[in-house]
């Protein structure tokens, strides 16, 4: 199972960055500046009948969203996994 720990998330896309040096497009504090939703914090999903995502408790997920701590450090992030909010405009 994925880890999810937002503090360490943010410190390995910073680390990333500097490493590989990349843009950092990621909010500092890793809420986005769209959703308010923190990008790093796994969320679960319902469909309701019009095909919306609806917040609920991951064990009740039709889907989830988050960047893991693993990708954080991986993967140059550019948006929000939540609301799709680009951070590279």
């Not at 943010?10 to 960055?17: F, R, S």
């Not at 308010?36 to 914090?41: D, G, L, R, T, V």
């Not at 960047?67 to 450090?73: D, F, L, Q, R």
């Amino acid at each position: 199972m994925a880890k999810f720990d937002i503090n360490e998330s943010i410190e390995a896309q910073a680390k990333l960055c500097e490493d590989k040096d990349y843009p950092h497009f990621a909010p500092s504090s890793g809420k986005c500046w769209c959703c308010n939703q923190n990008i790093y914090e796994q969320i679960g999903w319902k469909r309701d009948e019009f095909g919306d995502g609806i917040r609920v408790d991951l064990e009740k997920a039709d889907f989830k969203t988050g960047i893991s701590t693993e990708k954080a450090g991986k993967e140059l992030i550019t948006g929000c996994p939540h609301c799709n909010r680009t951070y590279c405009d």
